[in-house]
């Protein structure tokens, strides 16, 4: 009798400390992990949260979608759209059991780290709204007209298609990037933006952004933006030597730099 007593006392009082360890979310608690449901907002989002998501993120996540999340042999996550929902309990789902058919397995981490992953996921669609650039962006529109950015950049729908369009750099885009991507560009290239120099046989060279490439031609959209298709027959060889198209503006004085910048960090697109 006497023993029982004990043994009840001593699980309810096990029971007790685990309620205490957890007290806003039981769910959270582990006792039945599978069933569990999932909490509508991320309980780990503190910006120290956020932080270790972020040191998280560089470990499992960036040799796939890159280190700003700008995407490569994974998605682009910089662009805060997300194809299969960007609600945090989606966001969760995602990542924890990973994405069937894709390369992108379920990744080994506890499920609160999970939850600081998925705040930093959410920082990284969102960038530039949380900095706002120093400088004059009305000045650094017209810096960006004077040094021609728009023959391969696209605002709304004005300006060429060689480099990705610029809408919504500001939203998608923080400061150390969109100067990074200035001064020095072949640091972050997203894949369907590598350049690629063609050699042909003639001795001519075409440098472009690759498109498509099969066995007997390749595609190339050339440094007028216009699509140009090679046969292999006419190739001497193909390089990969300057990994961007885009010049690196490192004659830009201080002013105008951070005036472009912040023009950039203007560029919201439509809300
Ligand atoms: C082996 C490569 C790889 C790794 C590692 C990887 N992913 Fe992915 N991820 C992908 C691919 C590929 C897709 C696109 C799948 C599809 O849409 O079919 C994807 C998609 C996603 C999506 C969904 C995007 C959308 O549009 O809905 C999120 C979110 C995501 N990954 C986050 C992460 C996070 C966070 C990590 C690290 C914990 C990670 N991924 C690790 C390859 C990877
Ligand atoms: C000859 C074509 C060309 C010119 C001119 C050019 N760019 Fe680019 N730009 C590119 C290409 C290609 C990329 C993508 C590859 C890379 O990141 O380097 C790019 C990338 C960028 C990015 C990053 C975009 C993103 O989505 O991550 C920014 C920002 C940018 N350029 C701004 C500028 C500004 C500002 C100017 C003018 C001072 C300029 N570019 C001039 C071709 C160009």
């Given amino acids: 009798m006497h023993r029982l007593f004990w043994i009840v006392c001593f699980v309810a009082a096990l029971t ?10 039981p769910a959270l608690a582990g006792a039945a992990p599978p069933a569990a449901p999932i909490p509508d907002t991320n309980p780990f989002s503190s910006p120290a949260d956020i932080e ?23 998605a682009d996550l910089t662009a805060g759209v997300y194809k299969r929902g960007g609600r ?16 992108m397995a379920p990744v080994r981490i506890t499920d609160e780290e999970v939850w600081k992953v998925v705040g930093f996921v959410k920082r990284l669609g969102s960038q530039g709204l949380l900095e706002k650039a120093p400088g004059d962006s009305t000045a650094g529109r017209l810096v960006y007209q004077k040094m021609g950015c728009a023959s391969c950049h696209r605002i709304e729908k004005d300006g060429g298609n060689l480099g990705p369009e610029l809408t919504e750099i500001g939203r998608r885009r923080g400061l150390k990037f969109l100067t990074e991507s200035i001064v020095k560009p ?30 007997l031609s390749i595609q190339v959209r050339d440094a007028r933006d216009n699509l140009r298709s090679i046969l292999m027959d006419n190739v001497q060889e193909i390089r990969y030597d300057k990994p961007s198209l885009m010049p690196a503006y490192t004659a830009l004085n201080q002013k105008d730099l951070g005036d472009v910048i912040a023009y950039l960090n203007s560029l919201k697109g439509a809300q």
């Fill in 16 to 25: 007790a400390g685990m309620d205490a360890q957890a007290p806003q979310n």
């Fill in 52 to 74: 270790q998501g972020g040191a998280l993120f560089q470990t499992h996540c960036s040799y796939c979608h890159g280190s700003f999340g700008e995407g490569g042999r994974g």
């Fill in 88 to 103: 945090d309990p989606q966001l969760y789902a995602s990542i924890r059991n990973g994405i069937p058919g894709s390369e």
């Fill in 186 to 215: 072949e640091a972050d290239v997203e894949i369907a933006y590598r350049a690629v120099q063609v050699l042909l046989k003639s001795g001519q060279t075409v440098s472009g952004i690759r498109l498509n490439r099969d066995d």
